[in-house]
């Protein structure tokens, strides 16, 4: 696979009846080869199949889906460079009928120095002027009439020609003006009057206490039996019992681990003893034990793959739970519920893999509001929510030649029925405009908080692209303005 359609795509559908290969299909759709049917690779964009894409060699010299693009997110796969005879083979295989000579159209040529060997002498520039072959491809329309003109001139002009080319597609107007700037303070009903300092000193900052000293033992005893459940368990979990003495996810996982080594011979020995009726302490029960064993090996391995396989350091692993720990999931759900101790902290789950193609996920979720902390002292709860930082590549915003920097967004804060609730959106033409051809970049979003105790009155401030809002407990409330 050579060439790729990234997120930026906007479903305009222009590429798909462009490509000589029938490589390309709308998202949700299946794909066919050989009269084989096998199920679509992208649900919500365009797609191009791998092993039917041969970057348009054999029939032009570019690739025929980017010359269209509107927002030239038709790219070259950087993970997946295939060189032009493997490219022109496959377009052979794709058309057992037709005849490809080695001088066959191709970017390769068309690029003149990087693949020169293929080529075999020297008539290749001539033939990328004059796209002789051409059998099938005669019978698709337009695009023999595009690349004639600039198969020699200078390299710059390529993307020069395509922004105007969006630009007209999309009907956008040329210059978007200034972006918004800071977004003044706001104030909300039923927000204190007092200053956020004022009513940050109020909140009793100290730590909230631990579990009691018996709970804390009872955890530390459980540990080997609790580190079997999944790991967002063990994490809540520890967050809840606030003292890491007493329970720690790493160290809970590490006697599970030895545990399992322990349970998983015993349970196999006694499963054979009781229906095989092998003798408990004979030869027969040998091979039950190292079963047993190894059990509880391959299943550490799986556990803890990305350490024991890819050597990731001990913070960034995943503490998977045992095959037995799984059921034991909603009795640690209610352990962290019932607790008076947790102090609620959420974030991105995990940070999926970044390429330049992509955002960082934790971006990504800025924009949908879900990247909040919440901390709870006794007398109130701490919120910080994160605000979109930076605008997202795209071909509109080169076009625009818009900052990296996203202007602040503008923003609602209500509270009621213990929940708080925090409306933000983009400002501007330009952003919003933006965000309908983006990927992941809704204009708007709500995040909604809930707490566990009743809350009455909040104060907010915005400070570098973060919310910090004071949510003051309602038994609390009123001693905490006495003082
Ligand atoms: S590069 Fe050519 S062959 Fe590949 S998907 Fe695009 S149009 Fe089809
Ligand atoms: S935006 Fe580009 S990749 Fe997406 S459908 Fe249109 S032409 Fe194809």
Not at 214 to 243: C, F, S, T, Y
Not at 304 to 313: C, D, F, T, V
Not at 423 to 431: F, H, Q
């Amino acid at each position: 696979m050579a060439t790729i359609i990234t997120s930026d795509c906007i479903n305009c559908g222009a590429c798909e009846p462009e490509c000589p290969n029938t490589a390309i299909y709308a998202g949700g759709v299946e794909w066919e080869l050989n009269g084989v049917t096998s199920p679509p690779l992208a649900q919500d964009i365009f797609y191009i199949v791998p092993s039917k894409c041969t970057e348009c060699v054999g029939f032009y010299d570019h690739e025929a889906c980017a010359a269209v693009c509107p927002v030239d997110c038709c790219v070259t796969d950087p993970n997946n460079i295939e060189t032009e005879a493997v490219l022109l083979e496959r377009a052979r295989t794709l058309h057992p009928d037709q005849t490809f000579g080695d001088d066959a159209p191709s970017r390769f040529r068309k690029e003149g120095a990087a693949p020169a060997a293929a080529a075999g002498d020297g008539a290749a520039p001539a033939e990328a002027a004059t796209p002789a072959p051409k059998p099938a491809a005669a019978a698709v329309p337009a695009p023999a009439a595009k690349p004639a003109a600039p198969p020699k001139s200078a390299p710059a002009p390529a993307p020069a020609a395509k922004a105007p080319a969006a630009a007209a597609i999309l009907n956008l107007p040329k210059d978007v003006g200034a972006l918004p700037g800071p977004i003044g303070e706001k104030h909300f009903a039923g927000e204190l009057d007092e200053d956020f300092d004022t009513v940050l000193s109020w909140v009793d900052l100290k730590p909230m206490p631990s579990a009691p000293i018996a709970v804390q033992i009872a955890m530390r005893l459980g540990e080997p039996v609790l580190g079997a459940m999944p790991d967002h368990i063990k994490a809540e979990l520890e967050e809840a019992v606030g003292n890491p003495l007493a329970f720690s996810r790493v160290r809970s996982t590490a006697l599970n681990l030895i545990l399992n080594l322990i349970l998983y011979p015993v349970v196999v020995t006694a499963l054979a003893v009781l229906i095989r009726g092998d003798r408990v302490f004979s030869l027969a029960t040998r091979g039950w034990i190292t079963l047993g064993v190894t059990l509880a090996a391959l299943e550490a391995v799986w556990r803890l793959r990305e350490g024991i396989l890819h050597a990731k350091p001990a913070s960034e692993l995943v503490y998977r739970a045992a095959i037995w720990g799984i059921p034991l999931a909603p009795l640690g759900a209610l352990l962290v519920r019932g607790s008076h101790f947790s102090r609620i902290k959420r974030t991105v789950g995990f940070d999926g893999y970044v390429t330049d193609l992509y955002d960082e996920k934790i971006e990504r979720d800025r924009r949908y509001g879900t990247v909040y902390t919440v901390e709870e002292h006794s007398n109130a709860y701490l919120v910080r929510l994160e605000m979109p930082r930076r605008i997202p590549a795209s071909s509109l915003k080169r076009l625009w030649s818009l900052p990296d920097e996203m202007p602040d967004y503008d923003y609602t804060i209500s509270l009621g029925d213990a929940v708080l609730t925090i409306s933000a959106s983009v400002r501007g033409d330009a952003l919003r405009r933006l965000s309908y051809i983006s990927s992941s970049f809704p204009a708007d979003f709500t995040t909604r908080i809930d707490f566990d105790e009743p809350v009455s009155g909040f104060r907010h401030r915005l400070r570098n692209k973060v919310i910090e809002i004071i949510v003051l407990k309602s038994r609390n409330e009123e001693i905490s303005r006495a003082a």
